[in-house]
């Protein structure tokens, strides 16, 4: 799976942007503010969500650029050649309701969700470094980016509970006591918590069955995830039409507490990934700031390798200033990972010799105010 081409139109600071790309690793250096993330940030919004930095529309499109942005690329993969564009504009581009249009071999598509089918993207950027520290919002948000690359229905599914999740908040903030809406409401919930979190589960159980596959003694080190919440404990202890039948009672005899709270207050919306360092056996966020970096690189390498073999076509990498908190050992040890993995990979870095280990194995592009050039 490859992206040959890429080309932007009032994207951040790029006014127009064309630019041919090749198969394995393309490196990006430049300056600070150069706008090497910015084309990452392009690439991140060929998948579903917000992209990297999850940001508003509105910020997206260039400045003074009335027509809001285009990302275009031309893609090559297991089924053949495509072209895929997306974009948002108009004069509030962040107005209520307001959608990324996708269109692909210049047709629309029905939804962003489409573009699964030709291509999966996944990310590493410096602000994800508190991870494990942060709160339990961003952990799911990683893990949820996981089970999408593998199974494209789960972002529908965590929509569909979101919008049922809403209904019931607002009953309870009307402080209605209608059962009929309420038992209505809290079944879809329960159907689409227990479907979010059986694929949750299923996602962690086949990354640590990747994980036991690495070298105990690889530059990365072997993470134990697990995870935490009232559907997973009732799906690792039981059938999964049983912890979805439990759910739906909690929430019909938690009504009262969730009215005094003015919110829902059980469910995959409150869920966590937890990690830990095995050769240390410590949880994550006790660890060193190093520590945790190898061990969410370790996770992600695990996970493209597990895409790879399920989906077939190993998904595109970006990895925003990678290799400056890493020494040449462990730098030259994810150089080979990657190789190995045979995915299209952009990394991106300040000073060239960062990645003098693949010099002659990878694409150079020097990027600089909105302008990119080879070399």
């Known amino acids: 799976m490859t992206i040959g081409k890429l080309r932007l139109t009032n994207f951040r600071n790029y006014a127009s942007l064309s630019v041919d790309l090749s198969p394995g690793a393309v490196v990006l250096t430049g300056d600070n503010g150069a706008g090497k993330t910015n084309l990452l940030e392009a690439i991140s919004l060929l998948s579903p969500g917000r992209g990297l930095r999850r940001a508003a529309y509105a910020e997206i499109a260039r400045d003074g650029a009335a027509g809001g942005f285009v990302v275009h690329a031309h893609v090559d993969g297991p089924e053949g050649e495509a072209d895929i564009g997306t974009g948002a504009g108009g004069s509030d581009p962040d107005a209520e309701g307001a959608v990324r249009k996708v269109r692909i071999n210049g047709a629309p598509a029905r939804s962003a969700d489409d573009m699964l089918e030709w291509l999966r993207v996944m990310w590493l950027t410096p602000a994800m470094d508190g991870l494990f520290t942060g709160p339990a919002a961003d952990r799911r948000r990683f893990l949820d980016r996981l089970v999408l690359t593998i199974d494209p229905g789960h972002g529908r599914r965590a929509l569909d509970y979101e919008k049922a999740m809403r209904g019931r908040n607002r009953l309870l903030s009307e402080g209605s006591r209608n059962s009929a809406w309420f038992d209505a409401i809290e079944t879809q919930m329960a159907e689409t918590g227990a479907a979010i979190a059986a694929a949750r589960f299923e996602m962690v159980r086949l990354l640590k069955a990747m994980i036991e596959r690495a ?67 410590m949880p994550a966020e006790l660890c060193s700031t190093g520590e ?21 076509m190993a ?15 462990r730098r030259a040890a994810l150089f080979g990972i990657l190789d190995d993995l045979g995915c299209q990979v952009f990394m991106t870095g300040t000073e060239r010799e960062l990645f003098a280990a693949i010099e002659g194995r990878a694409r150079f592009l020097t990027v600089s105010a909105g302008a990119v050039s080879t070399g």
Do not use: C
């Not at 009262?256 to 050769?279: F, K, M, N, Y």
């Not at 998904?315 to 050992?329: G, Q, S, Y």
């Open 315 to 329: 998904p595109i990498l970006l990895l925003d200033e990678i290799a400056a908190h890493f020494d040449h050992r």
């Open 215 to 281: 070298p105990d003694t690889g530059p990365f080190p072997k993470a134990d995830v697990a995870l935490s919440g009232v559907l997973e404990a009732g799906l690792a202890s039981g059938a999964a039409v049983d912890a979805e039948e439990d759910f739906r009672a909690r929430l019909a005899e938690g009504r009262e507490r969730d009215r005094a709270a003015g919110r829902t207050l059980e469910g995959p919306h409150r869920s966590d990934l937890l990690v830990r360092h095995r050769p240390k056996d």
């Open 292 to 312: 945790q970096k190898a061990l969410l690189v370790g996770l992600v390498l695990s996970h493209a390798r597990l895409t790879g073999e399920l989906s077939g």
